[in-house]
């Protein structure tokens, strides 16, 4: 679980948090309270993935493009998973 802005409590099921990004907001368990992520953090994170699937793009090898694609889809996922902090949603 992650931990909601507004009451300290990891009120964020995993699953949440996985699906969010900016314009999309998740409800705490604990305080019912709204969050989310904030577009500047969230496009950090989607950078390197980015890359990865943009270079993908230009190889000659197939195993390799898969590769690429693979491993920059897995990025996409996982580093706004675990890097994009959550902030307070008023509204
Ligand atoms: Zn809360």
């Known amino acids: ?3 909601c802005p ?4 990891p009120g964020i099921s995993p699953l ?3 699906i969010l990004s900016p314009g999309l907001v ?3 368990k604990s305080c019912s309270e709204s969050s989310g992520v904030r ?3 969230w496009l950090l ?3 390197p993935g980015t890359i990865l699937m943009l ?3 230009f190889v000659t090898s197939e195993s390799l493009e898969w590769g690429l694609n693979i491993a920059g889809f897995t990025l996409m996922l ?3 998973f675990f890097f994009t902090p959550l902030h307070k949603e008023n509204g």
């Open 55 to 57: 270079a993908a793009l």
């Open 1 to 3: 679980m992650f931990r």
């Open 39 to 41: 577009y500047p953090s």
């Open 26 to 28: 998740a409800i705490c």
């Open 16 to 18: 949440r948090k996985a």
């Open 78 to 80: 996982i580093l706004p």
């Open 45 to 47: 994170a989607m950078i």
């Open 6 to 9: 507004h009451c300290e409590e």
